[in-house]
């Protein structure tokens, strides 16, 4: 989502966006697969504290989109 695909759509997330996401995601493998009741507070606390930009990023980059393919219609 953070490549462009030349001639189908541009890079729908930013870098970084992609990089605050990335957090999120190597979180969730790691509670997927190690974690089975306890969880780490020194590891979800910065990503609670972190969500709300990373959503704020997230929505803007989705918007960017939208508006991109809004003004090939």
């Known amino acids: 989502m953070a490549t ?4 189908i759509r541009p890079a ?3 870098p970084d966006t992609f990089e605050s996401l990335n957090d999120y995601f190597s979180f969730r493998h790691v509670v997927r697969n190690l974690y089975t009741f306890s969880l780490n507070s020194e590891r979800v ?13 997230l929505h803007q980059d989705l918007e960017s989109l939208l508006s991109t393919f809004s003004s090939k219609n």
Do not use: D, F
Request: aromatic fraction near 4%; proline fraction near 15%.
């Open 4 to 7: 462009p695909i030349r001639e």
């Open 12 to 14: 729908v997330l930013s």
């Open 45 to 57: 606390e910065p990503l609670a504290e972190s969500l709300p930009m990373s959503w704020h990023r």
